[in-house]
């Protein structure tokens, strides 16, 4: 079934989140619904758009998959409960990482999140709640970039053919289909989330995993995660739609203390965009690169080389992975 979009520019927030909400309580009746938080804007959107409509038959949790930005968890949960929305943090880290164990394609990755996600973490926890649906912030943009093979997006399904009520033993519900990103910021910040959330940089579906060349171990994801969190400090007053810390697979000469290294390579994106269809890199200042590149080679553990990509998108993707 094709999807009809509505751009931002022409969504009536109020008719949208009326509509959705009467559609939302229909579809679940007297059952009970569950939604995943990741702290991007598209799933604290969708939870919002939920609770508003279904009260207490949501359930809200966020899955530690041991693969998020440094915090994410407690900020998400502190951040939702001030809003009068009670997220419980589920610790699913070991079933993460035993399914990326020893992977290294990343449609081999991003598979094996999609099916610990879906089938195993959710499966489970479908039937200690006894939901029948999960709620989930897929767009408008996820459906057409895994579609036409640019890459899979974890939160498509029915579209590829997958019948999750089959397959996994629930319905999935998807509110924001006919959106892009700018018309999910715009639904947020009219259903009153925070500007932490509605203002907040997209980030991928397998977390940092889309940022790990290679296989996603523990160790390597830490060590993004350290690099992600310097990177985004220092970009934090650079306007920007995303920016990014990737690790490399590869080893790369260098030196430190008079002596050869042979270590690690970290690659930065900063991205400017509205959608996420298309992108151009920020060009940032050589002062603020040569910062970034020093606190990079000094606090993340071997790493030598820092580069920049200033390929735009296409033909370039916004994520590495």
Known sequence: MKIVEIPAAKLNTRDFIRRQSEELSKAV?????????????????????????????????????????????????????????????????????????????????????????????????????????????????????????????HNVLAQLGIDPEEVYGYGVIEPLLQLRKDGVRKLARALGLPACFHSRMPFPGPALAARVVGEASPERIELVRKATAILEAELEKVKKFQCMAILHEDKFPGMRNGKRDYGRQIELRCWASVDARTAEPVWLAPRLLKKLAARMTKEVPGVVSVTYNIASKPPSTMEAV
Not at 60 to 65: G, M, T
Not at 79 to 86: A, L, S, V
Not at 98 to 111: C, F, H, T, W
């Open 29 to 153: 009746g007297e059952a009970t619904a569950i939604t995943a938080l990741s702290g991007g804007v598209d799933s604290a959107t969708v939870t919002v758009l939920g609770h508003k409509a279904l009260g207490k038959r949501l359930a809200a949790y966020f899955i530690d998959n041991g693969l998020m930005r440094k915090g994410e968890p407690q900020m998400v949960a502190r951040e939702f409960r001030k809003m009068g929305i009670r997220v419980q943090v589920l610790d699913a880290k070991q079933a993460f990482f035993d399914a990326l164990s020893g992977l290294r394609d990343p449609e081999e990755k991003r598979e094996a999140i999609t099916r610990t996600f879906y089938k195993d973490v959710f499966g489970a926890l479908v039937k200690k709640s006894g939901a029948r649906f999960l709620l989930q912030g897929t767009i408008l943009t996820d459906v057409e970039e895994t579609v036409a093979g640019v890459k899979r997006q």
